[in-house]
């Protein structure tokens, strides 16, 4: 059964960073299309970022652009996002979420329909 657990999230100032973490267990996630989305309190969840299985093709929403960095570790079976310049509008619950049915492609999904599995989530909160 895959499981995906995310960490590092927290309470941070505008302006400051975070990283993201996410551990995959259960199977061989290493050609899966990974990403990350996000969900404000009251809002619809959203795309944050996507990376394909080799880590040569990333997508960004326009939003984070610039300023978040995804990436991904297969030996050790997680992916990151790296959050910098933070925004009071990036507060949000954070997930995880991986697309087995982009193993081995090149161009990574960012409709939430394309993942298939899902972690619990982490908060971010960004104060000023």
């Known amino acids: 059964q895959v499981q995906l657990v995310e960490s590092g999230g927290g309470l941070v100032q505008t302006g400051g960073s975070l990283r993201l973490s996410c551990a995959v267990s259960g199977e061989d996630f290493s050609s899966w299309s990974m990403g990350w989305f996000r969900q404000a309190l009251g809002k619809e969840r959203e795309f944050v970022s996507s990376?394909?299985?080799?880590?040569?093709?990333?997508a960004y929403a326009d939003s984070v652009k610039g300023r978040f960095a995804i990436s991904r570790d297969n030996a050790k079976r997680t992916i990151y996002l790296q959050m910098n310049d933070l925004e009071r509008a990036d507060t949000a619950a954070y997930y995880c979420?991986?697309?087995?049915?982009?193993?081995?492609?090149?161009?990574?999904?960012?409709?939430?329909?394309?993942?298939?599995?899902w972690g619990r989530g982490t908060q971010v909160t960004v104060s000023s």
């Open positions: 990376v394909t299985w080799h880590e040569g093709t990333t």
């Open positions: 979420a991986a697309a087995p049915r982009y193993r081995g492609r090149y161009i990574p999904p960012k409709s939430a329909d394309d993942f298939d599995y």
